[in-house]
């Protein structure tokens, strides 16, 4: 079983990644966690991220590729964040074919561009932890984070304009990608304003 979630800002990406993972007991795997554990022991990398570089495509796919074929994937996984390009999907392809294994189904998440507006605009972030509050997923005590009891705080980068930006460049981005999906006949598009758990009987369709 292996399942691509993708989707817009906001779309609960991560969220539903986590909880279809959990629920198929398969792992969940996201590029951008990949690439920060990596990051601990590659000085190469670390240094890149430091600076706020793009990895290459190839670069990624090398290390996509170490990592899916670890034990906990036999069964299959979750992908999270990847692929980002056109390339990165035929990258994906070639890999997947040479240890014979295949996509069961890319989910393309979906929301409203109001509601993806008011899921950033009112998410908070605990200060000492890092734990991150939605309007899906709210603190127990307002501004206190359930975890370690820290002050929640709104990003100031996370602002209206910002987030027009990353929608439509997401838009620009995903149109090869879902559409090589969609030739493959592996693309469903699910409606992500609902309850995340949801995610779990969109992926048994």
Do not use: W
Request: charged share 35%; with cysteine; glycine share 6%.
């Amino acid at each position: 079983m292996i399942y691509i979630l993708t989707g817009g800002p906001a779309t609960g990406k991560g969220t539903r990644s986590e909880i279809l993972a959990k629920a198929l007991n398969i792992p969940h795997i996201a590029t951008g966690d990949m690439l920060r554990e990596v990051a601990q022991t590659n000085e190469e990398i670390a240094q890149r991220l430091q600076r706020g570089e793009l990895i290459s495509d190839d670069v990624i796919t090398k290390l996509l590729e170490e990592r899916i074929t670890r034990e906990d994937c036999k069964d299959g996984f979750v992908l999270d964040g990847y692929p980002r390009t056109y390339r990165q999907a035929e990258l994906l392809d070639e890999i997947l074919a040479k240890h014979n294994m295949s996509i069961t189904k890319v989910m393309e998440l979906v929301v409203p561009d109001e509601l993806a507006f008011k899921r950033i605009l009112e998410r908070k972030k605990c200060e000492n932890c890092g734990r991150v509050y939605g309007i899906d997923f709210p603190s127990k005590v307002e501004d206190v984070c359930d975890d370690c009891g820290g002050h929640l705080s709104v990003r100031t980068d996370d602002t209206r304009e910002t987030l027009a930006k990353r929608i439509n460049t997401y838009r620009e981005n995903a149109k090869a990608i879902l559409e090589f999906y969609r030739e493959k006949g592996l693309l469903m598009t699910v409606d992500a304003s609902h309850n995340p758990e949801s995610v779990v009987e969109d992926a048994k369709l």
